[in-house]
């Protein structure tokens, strides 16, 4: 005979590079908002390999469920093209870049990052008809440098110095999408192509983009909303939609956070509960307030009131 349902239900996602865990409980009933239409109709139709970013499967995982009683499922993001969940987020950015007029097709998107944000942008930039050009700490290992530009990036590897340094690695990304915005400027009225690095505080020659003539943008990853979006209106439906709408729990670690943010955001419409949501990670804790879309922590916002 066939075992009766549990009646709580656990669900997982791991990101496996990042042993990320998103867990959710689960409950049974319908998955959509309203009436025929699913979350996911809205979204936009892709193709090439941009199409294949998302609606990755929820993999059951037999040890933990079997352990807890619960069902524990991955959402496996390592089956994106550039291995991660970071895809749809690179999509997003250059999507809403494009969209805005702050980034052109024939144009360069920079970012300060060496790991998988950087692969992702790399991978999908292309798709878009763009460049994207990387900064990384030269202490990082060589192959994320290889891997980058076997996928067509530039790189550019740095001192490693603090984050509040002029010459961070992040900081010298977004100098950079200044610098090939000048020069598009410059291009466009037809001037020397000669660049003044400001940022230095002395006249040097931007030898990064001679040639460069579409303008950067700065992805920034830590600051752009779009992150957060990639995730309230693609992973987290995606996942509402995968378990049926029965989830009790969702759990990620968190890097910039988007995920937690977004998909958290999401969850809340149709389950009611959990709002705003708080998470705590590596000594830090961050308060993320769905409702006006900001982080409003940390620490000295009060973020026990939002934990239910
Ligand atoms: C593979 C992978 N998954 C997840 C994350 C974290 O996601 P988020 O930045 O949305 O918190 C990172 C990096 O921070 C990552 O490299």
Known sequence: MAPSPKPIAVIAAVSVALCSLYVLTIRRRAATHSKGKTLTDNKPKRTGIVGAIGNTPLIRINSLSDATGCEILGKSEF??????????????????????????????????????????????????????????????????????????ATVERV???????????????????????????????????????????????????????????????????????????????????????????????????????GVSCFLKIPSKERWPVCWKFFGNELCWSCESSEIVGPRSYNCNNFVR
């Open 159 to 261: 001192r490693p110095v603090s984050i509040t340094h002029k010459d961070h690695f992040v900081n010298i990304a977004r100098r950079r999408a200044t610098e090939a915005n000048k020069l598009a400027l410059k291009h466009i009225n037809q001037m020397d192509a000669k660049d003044v690095d400001h940022a230095n505080g002395k006249e040097t020659q931007c030898t990064v983009f001679s040639g460069e003539h579409k303008g950067g943008f700065f992805a920034d990853q830590f600051e752009n909303l779009a992150n957060y979006r990639a995730h309230y209106e693609g992973t987290g439906p995606e996942i509402w939609e995968q378990t049926g709408g029965q989830l009790h729990a969702f759990i990620a670690a968190a890097g910039t956070g988007g995920t937690v943010a």
């Open 79 to 152: 089956l994106n093209p550039g291995g991660s969940v970071k895809d749809r987020v690179a999509v997003k950015i250059i999507e809403e870049a494009l969209e805005s007029g702050q980034l052109s097709r024939g144009g360069v998107v920079t970012e300060g990052s060496a790991g998988s944000t950087a692969i992702s942008l790399a991978t999908v930039a292309p798709a878009y008809g763009c460049k994207c050009h990387v900064v990384i700490p030269d202490d990082a290992a060589i192959e994320k440098s290889q891997i980058l530009e076997a996928l067509g």
